[in-house]
Each structure stands twice: as C-alpha cells, then as structure tokens.
C-alpha cells in the first residue's frame, strides 16, 4: 500500500504543471530614457556596441570596464582605466528594446 501511494505521489509531481511565473522580459519597462546620447564620442564605448549586446531582460547586461563604463550583455569586458568625464551616473544598466543600455 505504501508503494502504491509513493507511486501516486511521484506521478502526480511529474506530471502537474508548475504554477505560472512571471514572465522576466515583461519587467523591462519601455518608459527608460537612455543616459547617453547616440552623438556622444563615447557611445559605442559606454554602449558596448563592440561587444555582444542583445538581451531580453535587466538580468542579461552587466556593467564592465576598468572604470565600469560599459554596459553590454558580455561578461568581463576589459577596457583602459581612464575616467571619462561624460561617463554615465546616475544611470542604470539594464535591457531597453532588447539591447543592453545605460538608461534613467
């Protein structure tokens, strides 16, 4: 009998599906404005443009660099140590229409 109910139990467990989850991509919100303007000299560096850049959620972009100026879905991305004075603050690296950017 014992075996019966173990049996029961562990066919249910695999066969129930598992209650619904959020869905992480909807948490990207499409009202962020981008930090750095596409006419910065340093777009495509603080951008990560150079590097892989496609995400579907915040989770997928990281900040790199020596000075962590580089948002990009890339990890350990490497960069000379020089602080640039339009680096973004006061922003967040995150996923704006499904690239990796700097954004308020």
């Known amino acids: 009998m014992k075996i019966w109910f173990a049996s029961l139990a562990l066919l249910v467990a695999c066969t129930s599906s598992p209650a619904p989850r959020a869905d992480p991509a909807a948490t990207v919100t499409t009202n962020r404005t981008p930090a750095v303007s596409k006419d910065s000299r340093n777009y495509d560096l603080f951008e990560g443009t150079s590097y892989k850049n496609d995400c579907a959620q ?47």
Do not use: H
């Open 58 to 104: 915040d989770s997928d972009c990281v900040v790199g660099g020596c000075a962590k100026e580089v948002c990009s879905a890339e990890p350990r991305v490497v960069t000379s140590c020089i602080v640039r004075q339009d680096q973004p603050r006061d922003a967040s690296c995150g996923c704006v229409s499904g690239q990796c950017l700097w954004y308020r």
